[in-house]
């Protein structure tokens, strides 16, 4: 779990965008440009100020960050095998009943 609150997360993903974008000896006009989203928007990602997900996705490419994304991503992978194994009890199983309809009187 992510410690924090909203803002403070918010604050330590702009500063880490900042930091990154200073590593790469950009300002943030260059960052905006060459990621095809505003000045605005790369001020309010760095400020903490909180930007759109697309802002957050392009800057992240821009600095070469794409990994920043890709963890993001579900880890709960499941094996060939085990989902074939899981298809044929789910098949095997007593099908689900309808719930009877109300009566009204």
Known sequence: MVKGSRQEILKR??????????REN???QVLAERSGVSLNAIRH??????????TF???CRTLGKDRW???LEPK????????AETLKRSAAAKP???ASKRRLA
């Open 69 to 71: 994304i890709v963890d």
């Open 96 to 98: 689900r009943e309808r």
């Open 45 to 54: 990602l760095e400020n903490g100020e909180g930007a759109t997900l697309v």
């Open 57 to 59: 996705i392009q800057a």
């Open 26 to 28: 950009i300002t943030q």
């Open 76 to 83: 709960d992978e499941i094996s060939p095998i085990a989902f």
């Open 13 to 22: 993903i702009g500063d880490s965008m900042r930091t990154w974008r200073l």
